[in-house]
């Protein structure tokens, strides 16, 4: 994420964001994600918000690198769950066959689409062969800004798909369903699971 406007909205109203999130049931497909990383896997959590789910990763026995642009969730993170953190955009992840698994779980989403396949060829290249990648995205098309003035890219399944493919993905699976965020909103989802 590199829109400033969208980076200011999660500076300033991150006590309002740690609160939804800490009043969410963890998500599902964040134990199969789990389920699937080796044992003492390396983790990347890209976007990583307040910490919560890299906590429960690194709890997990994971060794977990976390990552935000916005330097109040860095802050928070590091403080509420004690885990390393590191205050990074999209453009700041590299390396090579690096991490067992990435979780991108409703980050990428703040990505223009004319920069999601430089996101997901850098990330692909970082995974290790047969590591386990998780997207969560907002269903839809286009781009626009939510409520809050928040940048959102918006895609399809085989929009999504075709882009994984492209990176050089192989789509595990695909689960939908929809909910309400920070801005009180209800949107469609859809999350995908990958393997370099």
């Not at 290249?125 to 997207?135: E, N, Q, R, S, Y």
């Not at 995205?137 to 959102?152: H, N």
Request: charged residues 25%; hydrophobic residues 40%.
């Amino acid at each position: 994420m590199t829109d400033p406007t969208t980076i200011a909205v999660y500076d300033a109203k991150f006590a309002d964001y740690v609160a939804l999130e800490d009043s969410k049931w963890r998500d599902p497909s964040l134990d199969r994600f789990a389920e699937m990383l080796p044992e003492g896997a390396h983790v990347l959590d890209l976007g990583c918000g307040p910490g919560k789910t890299a906590a429960f990763l690194q709890k997990a026995g994971f060794t977990v690198e976390a990552t935000d642009a916005s330097a109040a969730m860095v802050k928070v993170a590091a403080e509420k769950y004690g885990i390393p953190v590191r205050h990074a955009t999209f453009d700041d992840i590299g390396g090579q066959d690096k991490y067992d698994g990435i979780w991108a779980n409703f980050s990428l989403l703040h990505a223009p689409k004319s920069r999601m396949p430089s996101h997901l060829t850098a990330l692909h290249k970082a995974l290790k062969p047969d590591g386990v990648f998780h997207i969560g995205m907002k269903s839809g098309s286009g781009e626009r800004r939510d409520r809050l003035d928040r940048f959102y890219a918006y895609y399809s399944q085989t929009e999504l798909e075709d882009l994984l493919t492209d990176a050089g993905f192989h789509t595990l699976n695909a689960t939908f369903g929809n909910g309400t965020g920070l801005d009180g909103s209800r949107s469609d989802w859809i999350i995908i699971t990958a393997h370099a």
